[in-house]
Each structure stands twice: as C-alpha cells, then as structure tokens.
C-alpha cells in the first residue's frame, strides 16, 4: 500500500505538476501493448476460410507470374496449369508457412526506436500513396510535394503515439521520374525521423540505389543490410489472382537480398473480389500467401509483413469506402486468420471517406483502428490525417490521430487487478479521514502511470472554453502542427554523410528548406 502523505499541498498546481513529473516512473501506455480480445470468426469460421483459400491456391492458382517467380517456384513444387496460372499445393503452402518468420525486430535509424514485431502485439504506423494535401486556410485539396512528405516525416517524428512511418503520400511533382521520385521519398524521411519507416518502390531496379544511399548515410558498406531501418513495399498482386509485375519483381528482389517484404493486398469487395465478406477473405487470404509463398520460396524463412487487405465497396457506387462497418469488420477478421496461422499481421484502417476532419473522419478512423487494435494486428497502418478514401493528407489530423491512437493503446493494455490496485486499504483511510481521494498519494502516484492525457482534445467547462477562446479541436491541431514544425529541424543526417549523398545521387529537397525560417510555418 502507498505510504500516506504527511507534507502539506503547498505551492499551487504548478508545483503539484512538478511533483508529479518528478515521481513519473513509467508511461500509461507504450509501443507494443497486446490485443486480440475482438474475435467475429468462429474457430470453425476460420477453418473454412483458411481450407477454401487453399483450395484456391491448388485449383485455380495466380495468373501472370513474371519470369524470376516462375524460377524459384517451379523448382520449388509448383505447377504452371495449360492457362499459364501458377498453382501451389496445398501441403506445399502449409509448409512454407510453417518456415514463414513469426517475429522480428523492426530497427530504426535510431536504435532507440527499435521495435519488435510478435505474438499480438499491436504497433501503428503512417501509410498510404494520398496525391494531395488538404490546405488548412484554404479547405481545398493541393498536390503533394516532396517538402511535404519530409515536413509530415518530422511531425511524426514528434507524435509519440505513431511508432513507425510509412509513406504517407507521394512527391506529386516527381512523379513522372520514378527513380528521382524514390530516391527522394528515401532522403526526406530519413532527414525527418528517427523512426523506422517504409517505402512504397515502384521498381525492383531502385533498391540497390537505396541501399547506397542508406550506406552513405551511415558511412559504411553493407552498413543497412546489417540493421535495416526501411522496409521496401508494394502491390505484388493485381485482383482477382494475378501477379502485378512491378510489384512482383519487387518482392523476388526484397527476398533474394534478405530484407522484410511489405506487401499490400487489397482486393474489393464487390468490385476485384466477392461481394460476400466471408469471400473477399478467401480471395484475398489466398493472394497474400502466395505471395509469402513466393518469399519463402526464394528465401526460406524469411520475413513478410503479411499485408492482407481487404477493401469494400459502396456498391450504390462502387467506390472504395474505408470508413465502413464492413471495412472495420473484415479487417478484424483479417487479424484473426492471420495471428491463427501465426503470421506478422499487416492492416489498413483509419481510412476514412470524410474529405475533412470531422466528425464522419472521427468516427469511421476509430471504429476501423479500434477493431484491428483489439483484434491483435502487429502492423496496424492507422493512415494517421488521411482523408477522402486515401486520396488527401491533413497534418492536423495527423495530430488529431495521435491522440485517437493513444487512447486505443490505453483501451489494449487494459485494467492491472492485483491487491495493491484492489485499494481496499486506500478506501478504508479514505472513508474514514478526507473523503475523497483526490490528495491521497495513490492518486498523485497513478495520475502518469495508470491515465492518458490528450495533447488536442478538450476537456475545460464549456464555461472555461469559452473564456479561453472557444477554439475548435482542428484549430487547436493546426496550432500544435504549426508549433512543432516551425522548431523541430533535426540533423539526423550529418553534414559529412548529406554531402556524400548529395554527390552521389540526385537530391531535390533543398537545404533551405531544412532549416527553421523558411515560409511554410
């Protein structure tokens, strides 16, 4: 039991605060925390749904597949059908299951900020390939430049509650040279976060590139292959079945070099796979391992960020819509099927259709990433800011997210029952002195370690918000955006190693724009 107060409340709640920052030993929540309380599938529905994506995969196989998986595979045990359709047998796939990596380490620039990947335990990450960024002042979408993926690399950097980045949204302004697009994808997120982050690559040929580049920053050869702190991804798979050969040259290239595969599947619901939700499962279980199939094969062992994700349709429309129930649904039952084979679970939520961040945006992000978060996903790309179906960036939401994405952690590591949180003892002084408990040192001692505080959500009295100004929750997230990047310019990247990048490969982030006083904030 806590040991009862003797000194008198002096000094205000200025020196309360300070009494409590000082006393502060550990977090209410951190990286890593363990879901997989949500369940919608039956044990019997998850059988079905593995038993018929194997099936799949036996009978009807992928079509399109490129030259070097044809290499790896045919050797392997598989069989070329008279359609040109690879098909994978069933004892096969199970085995290369069974090799598939089940846990890892995700290193980062920082070793700090190395994170291990296993069991149920849920991390969340940016994502998303957005073309456009929602303007504050303007309420109109702009496209994407380059300054701005380094820009949204620093804030996150910042957001304690986004524990890896991913690629937000391309560099709109390159996007007709890839090679340059890429390479400079690369440069602006290593310049803003020591976070570990990912890469959406476009071409199989980019990768050695990248890797120089890395080694370049870190001053030594074959520096990034030891401790890689980026992992490269993309589409392997066009749906319904078929390979997409960008995508597949870059997941045979990732495998033969060693590194993590970080794969999205994302066939949709009534439009590239069944309108029935247990269907879409199938189908898109049955992609995404062939895909690990395909890694293993040519690697055995090796790591995937097993990247199922199915999408749904509008089907008024047949537009994309990943705010839905059903999106949020079939995403929890995604996490389910993979964390029953023992795989690293990739998902996508917090996509919603809101083109601003509103309450539609508020209420679709949370029911989608709460449902993965408690379902157990590892890699949950919370597309943090995203808006309007994956096509625009706001860097006020990202920070709106945060606070979503912190409380989800609190809502994972759940309520500690042991004698001493019991607080028999606490309520017996209590009752029996004061009367209430908002002095007691089991209050002051828990106010870090056990409650979350928001950083942009309100909580005065309407009466007090009023006072302060009456400032809406995207005003006040515009403020703290503004805040944190007019001061946060890091130099993760030291003169010595930006010169020997900068000879080396065509880099059109300017220094200028790296340092704070520039015209952005």
């Known amino acids: 039991m806590p040991e009862r107060r003797t000194q008198p409340r002096r000094g205000g709640s200025a020196a309360r605060r300070k009494r409590r920052q000082t006393t502060r030993t550990d977090a209410a929540v951190r990286p890593g925390l363990t879901g997989g309380q949500y369940r919608p599938l039956s044990e019997h529905d998850i059988q079905r749904i593995c038993a018929s994506a194997l099936e799949i995969l036996e009978e009807i ?26 098909r994978f047998p069933r004892a096969l796939v199970e ?12 290193f980062a620039p920082d070793p ?7 069991g149920q335990d849920v991390l969340f990450s940016t994502s998303g390939e957005a073309v456009t960024i929602l303007d504050y002042e303007t309420q ?52 803003g976060t020591r976070k570990s982050f990912a890469l959406g690559i476009s071409q199989a040929t980019h990768i050695e590139p990248l890797i120089a580049l890395f080694d370049a920053y870190l001053g030594t050869a074959d520096g990034f292959l030891e401790r890689p702190f980026c992992t490269f991804g993309g589409c392997p798979i066009v749906s319904p079945l078929r390979f997409g050969k960008e995508g597949a040259e870059v997941l045979v290239r990732v495998a033969e070099l060693g590194l993590t595969g970080d794969v999205a599947v994302a066939p949709q619901a009534g439009a590239t796979a069944p309108a029935a939700l247990a269907g879409t499962l199938v189908q898109c279980l049955a992609e995404t391992l062939a895909c690990l199939c395909v890694v293993n094969l040519v690697r055995p062992g ?14 008024r429309t047949g537009a994309f819509t990943g705010g839905s129930g ?32 509103d309450v539609q945006a508020g209420y679709e992000k949370a029911l989608t990433t709460l449902s993965a978060a408690l379902a157990g996903g590892n890699l949950v ?16 939401g990202m920070v709106i997210d945060n606070d979503m994405l912190g409380n989800i952690q609190r809502m994972l590591r759940g309520i500690e029952v042991t004698d001493e949180t019991l607080s028999l003892e606490v309520i017996r002084e209590v009752v029996a002195d004061e009367g209430h408990f908002l002095g007691h040192p089991q209050t002051l001692a828990l106010m870090q370690s056990e409650y979350l505080y928001p950083q942009v959500a309100d909580r005065l009295t309407p009466g007090a918000w009023e006072d302060a100004g009456h400032q809406t929750l995207y005003e006040q997230a515009h403020e703290r955006v503004g805040a944190m990047l007019a001061t946060h310019y890091p130099r993760y990247i030291t003169p010595a190693a930006d010169e020997r990048i900068r000879a080396q490969f065509p880099i059109r982030l300017e220094p200028a724009d790296m340092r704070a006083g520039n015209d952005r904030w």
């Not at 597949?65 to 690879?86: N, Q, V």
């Not at 085995?95 to 995700?106: F, P």
């Not at 790309?381 to 006020?396: M, R, T």
């Open 302 to 315: 090796s790591t995937i960020n097993f990247g199922m994700w199915p999408f749904i349709s509008d089907l």
């Open 112 to 118: 700090d900020h190395d994170l291990e990947v296993r």
């Open 381 to 396: 790309s919370a597309y943090p800011g995203i808006v309007g179906s994956l096509i625009g960036q706001s860097f006020e």
């Open 140 to 191: 109109k979408f702009r496209p994407t430049r380059l300054v701005d993926l380094y820009d949204a690399a620093r804030l996150a950097d910042q957001l304690e509650h986004i524990h890896t980045f991913g690629q937000p949204f391309i560099a709109a302004e390159y996007s007709d040279d890839v090679f340059v697009h890429d390479i400079n994808a690369a440069y602006a997120e290593l310049a």
């Open 61 to 86: 196989g992928i079509g399109d597949p490129i030259p070097e998986i044809l290499d790896y595979a045919l050797e392997g045990g598989c069989r070329l059908d008279d359609a040109g359709r690879l």
């Open 95 to 106: 085995d290369l299951i069974d090799v598939s990596a089940s846990e890892y380490t995700l």
């Open 326 to 357: 059903e999106e949020a649904l079939v995403t929890a039952a995604t996490v389910q099927l993979c964390n029953h084979l023992g795989l690293i679970t990739s998902v996508g939520t917090g996509m919603t259709d809101a083109k601003t961040m």
